[in-house]
Structure formats: C-alpha cells, structure tokens
C-alpha cells in the first residue's frame, strides 16, 4: 500500500503550470505514492492532460467530475486515498523533488499527526522562501495553531497552518473522525477544514526546509469584485463559530473570533466591494452601507473588541475612522494600503 496519497484539484490550470506540476510529483525521490487528480469539471485541454499522464504512470488515478468546487474536489480524492498519509498539492504549485521523502522520514522519526514544512512563494520574477528559523515549539501546539487560523499568529508567519499544503498529515486522524471539507463555502474552506482536522491531531511539529513551491502569478487587490462578499463571509463565520461552540472553546477563541471578523471587515468587505473601482454604487451610499454593517452584531462586538486590544498605529487609525463613524476617511486609508501593496507586488513581484 502507498505511504502517501498526494491529492490535486483541478480546475482549468494552465498547461504548463499543470504539467509542471505533475511532473513534480512523479518524479519525486520517494516512489511509493498514490497521486490522485480530481479533474472538477474543466475545459480542453486539461483533461486530456490529465489523462496522458495517468497512462504514463500507473500510481495517478484521475477522477473527472462534474464542476463542483474545490471543496467537493478534495473531499472526492480524500475518497479515494489510501496508504497511512496525506499531502494536498494544488495544481499551478509543484514540489521538491525530495519534498515527499523528507516529509515521510521527518514524519516517521518524529511520530507525530501533522508535520509541517517550510515553503518557497513563487512570484512572477523571484522566488522568496518561508522558513522558520528556531521556531518556539509551543507554536507546534494544538491550541496555539486552532488560534493562528482565527486571530493570525505573526510569530508563524512561514507556516501555512489555514492552507491545505505545506503539511504531511496522518490520514487516520482524517478517516476515524469524518474529517471533510464543508460544500457550499465559498471562501475559507481549508480553514474550516483544519480547524476541525487540529482538533483531531494529539501532535505536530515542524520541518524547516522549503519543500513546497506557492505560485503567486495574479495578486493585484483590484480585480476581485465581489459583492456577495458578506454573505460569503457571514457562512464561513458561521463555520468559525459551530467550532468554537462545539468542542466547548473558552474566552480565548471568541476573543480571536471577534479579531476575525475585524479583520474581515476592514480587510475582505472593504477591498473586495466597498472600496473597489467596479462598486457601480456611489460613494456615499457605500458609506451608507458600511456604516450600517459596522452598528449591528456580530461588528459592533468585533469593533468594541478591538478598542480593549489596542493594537498598533495602523489598527488605531482604522478603528478610529469607524468608531468616529468618519467612513469615507476609512474608505481612503485602505485604498492609500491596497495601492501600496500592488506597488510593492509590481517593483518586487
């Protein structure tokens, strides 16, 4: 039986990023693999790609489906896994070609649940790599991870904990416990996904090498109007919350939730809708709408929240604008930080 089943979703990946990706995994140094290419409903010529390379080697299995998005995707080859370990691997990234066999050796020395490993972000133009150096291990606990995924952890800032790569995982912590991603969340579902996955693992730990190749090829604020933004938001929130009331979260986790929803509303609603050139709405009736938004619950909580954590200068002029109600001033200082980041994307990217 293979060891690891290395689990790709696809959907209308260029052919190049594809090919470069399952060449990637085949000719990994560790051989005993079952690679699994959930094809989720996509155009010529990916499934023909697809198929050429599963002739070629007898341990890709391809699952063609019907368009139904990636949360069915990766519960399809979650289906179809078999051996003692899981490796998600999106179809435009690649790995190492040692990624698997160090995982694996790490993963066995260590005896853990989930291993986690360093990565490389892959711009246009340049290669960054992610690695802690002498992490705490304290991050590399079960409490401290659930929490960087709610309220973020900069101190883990080269660790991909909300992503579903750049992580060896224990399968049977997956199969004994029903583990699956959510159908119907839109945004966040790996996040929703690790978090019940973590509350599943009793050990974890960390491999500092950058075995993983993130792709980063569109990453401009600007073209991803979205005004069904809240309700999207709303449902993962949602998730976020059926966890922590579930497994009986304390104080902690509704303090990080709350932080959650003030970042969303500062950072998603605003650059997503409100503040986007293709908002067709004008500018103070989107004054008008985030105003409202920020006075009724769960915001006006996550707002409240906010002015007791008292965070740095930047948070402070955010939190000032909506306390004040001074909604376009806010509206100004996220267009001055999204025209900034693309700046830095476009010198450095």
Same mark, same amino acid.
């Given at each position: ?126 290669? &960054?790599?992610? @690695? ?8 590399? =606990? %079960? $409490?401290?991870?659930? +929490? ?123 650059? &997503?809708?409100? @503040? ?8 103070? =009736? %989107? $004054?008008?709408?985030? +105003? ?58």
């Amino acid at each position: 039986m293979s060891h690891i089943s290395v689990i790709i979703p696809v959907y209308n990946t260029k052919p190049e990023y594809l090919s470069a990706c399952l060449e990637s995994v085949i000719n990994q140094t560790e051989r005993r693999l079952r690679i699994i290419a959930v094809d989720d409903g996509s155009s010529d010529p990916v499934p023909a790609i697809l198929d050429r390379y599963a002739a070629g080697d007898a341990r890709l299995k391809v699952i063609h489906q019907k368009n139904g998005g990636t949360s069915v995707a990766r519960n399809a080859g979650l289906n179809a896994a078999e051996g003692n370990y899981i490796l998600f691997l999106d179809a435009d990234d690649y790995l190492e070609r040692d990624c698997c066999e160090k995982a694996l050796s790490a993963m066995e020395e260590k005896a853990v649940d989930m291993l986690f490993f360093g990565y490389s972000t892959n711009y246009t133009n340049r290669e &960054l790599k992610r @690695v802690l150096k002498n992490p705490d291990p304290g991050l590399f =606990e %079960r $409490e401290a991870l659930e +929490l960087s995924i709610l309220g973020g952890d900069r101190r883990l800032g080269g660790v991909e904990v909300g992503a579903p790569w750049g992580k060896l995982i224990r399968r049977s912590c997956i199969e004994e416990n029903s583990v699956r991603y959510t159908p119907g969340l839109k945004k966040g579902q790996d996040t929703v996904f690790n978090l019940n996955l973590l509350e599943h693992c009793e050990s974890f730990a960390y491999l500092p090498l950058p075995l993983y190749h993130y792709r980063i090829s569109e990453v401009s604020v600007s073209h991803r109007y979205n005004p069904e933004i809240v309700d999207i938001m709303e449902k993962t929130c949602g998730a976020y919350r059926e966890f922590v009331d579930k497994y009986g979260k304390g104080e902690i986790f509704r303090r990080s939730l709350k932080r959650k929803y003030w970042k969303i509303l500062t950072g998603e609603y605003c650059s &997503l809708y409100f @503040v986007h050139p293709k908002n067709p709405l004008p500018e103070e =009736e %989107r $004054e008008k709408e985030y +105003l409202k938004l920020t006075l009724r619950e769960p915001y006006r909580s996550a707002v409240a929240s906010e002015a007791e954590e008292a965070g740095g200068l930047w948070e402070r002029l955010l939190l000032s604008c909506v306390e004040k109600g001074r909604i376009g001033s806010l509206f100004r200082l996220i267009r001055i930080r999204n025209a900034v980041f693309n700046r830095l994307i476009q010198r450095f990217g």
